[in-house]
């Protein structure tokens, strides 16, 4: 058996007020493409996401900011990169990480997405077998 890395593009339903992922359930995932390497995998998964979060209104995604911001690491990196995070409301926490998202370093990068609970690809693990 070999194992690939599937990356996935995560569904959402509409419910005539916000985006959400499906209850009871993982979510529906769309199979978009497979890679031997995890590595590989997981860069690319975070480029999609990156792509995604940049051309979306994460605000609806969402009823409030902390539906889909993690305040505590997002005014961390904010204040690192010398941005006013002055305000809990939706619409001001996705300003900061839009603003974010064009000026974070590499190695901050991967914070800065975890910061954002909305996901649109995930890379899942799968077995190949004969």
Do not use: W
């Not at 996401?49 to 900011?65: C, F, M, S, W």
């Not at 305000?87 to 910061?115: A, C, G, S, W, Y």
Request: net charge negative; with cysteine.
């Amino acid at each position: 058996m070999s194992k690939l890395y599937l990356i996935g593009k995560v569904g959402y339903e509409y419910n005539d007020e916000i985006y959400h992922r499906p209850y009871n359930t993982k979510g529906l995932v769309e199979p978009d493409i497979l890679y031997k390497d995890e590595d590989k995998a997981e860069r690319i998964c975070m480029e999609r996401n990156i792509d995604e979060l940049k051309r979306e209104d994460l605000h609806g995604y969402g009823y409030e900011a902390d539906d889909v911001f993690l305040y505590s690491p997002l005014s961390r990196l904010a204040k690192k990169y010398n941005i006013d995070l002055v305000d809990d409301e939706m619409e001001h926490q996705e300003q900061v990480f839009k603003k974010l998202l064009r000026v974070v370093d590499e190695e901050d990068l991967p914070v800065l997405i975890d910061t954002c609970k909305i996901k649109f690809y995930e890379v899942y693990e799968v077995e190949l077998v004969a």
